[in-house]
């Protein structure tokens, strides 16, 4: 890794923390043509895995099932100086016991559903039989704090 590199990539626990805060996973797995299948993802983390829902049938799905090869990007920033993210190299592993669709699902509700959200848990799970979940099984983590440069290019 060179010394720029070092000087911004983030500690375990700024990762983690980062991943916490973070809104949206782009999700990549590997359509059946061999391009990359892009999406954006909700995600939670539970005890430090990070996992996501999706419909069975669904084109991530099927891409999964074929090859569970995924790259995960979670980044914010406006300016240089501001840009942080997290690129998750993964193997995704898909669970489709329904108790843990739901478990799943109840932490996605709490994460991004609002008070104010017309959508009740009941009727957000009510889909979880027609869902998997899959947790990312990380084989690599490549992060970047550009606030570490302290306005430095």
């Not at 000087?7 to 999700?27: H, V």
């Not at 419909?55 to 799905?61: L, P």
């Not at 406006?78 to 489709?96: F, K, M, S, W």
């Not at 739901?102 to 009941?122: C, N, T």
Request: charged fraction near 30%.
């Amino acid at each position: 890794m060179g010394k720029r590199r070092s000087l911004i990539a983030m500690t375990d626990d700024e990762r983690e923390a980062f991943l916490r805060e973070g809104r949206t996973l782009n999700l990549a797995s590997i359509g059946p043509d061999g391009r990359p299948h892009l999406v954006a993802m909700w995600y939670c983390l539970i005890e430090g895995t990070i996992w996501c829902w999706t419909y069975a049938k669904s084109q991530k799905a099927v891409n999964l099932r074929r090859d569970p090869r995924v790259t995960g990007l979670v980044e914010t920033g406006e300016h240089y100086e501001e840009l942080r993210g997290v690129t998750v190299y993964a193997r995704a592993v898909i669970d489709e016991d329904l108790d843990q669709i739901r478990r799943v699902g109840r932490h996605l509700f709490a994460r991004y559903q609002s008070e104010e959200s017309a959508v009740s848990e009941v009727t957000f799970l009510d889909s979880a039989p027609k869902r998997i979940a899959f947790a990312l099984m990380v084989e690599e983590f490549v992060s970047w704090d550009h606030r570490k440069l302290h306005g430095r290019y």
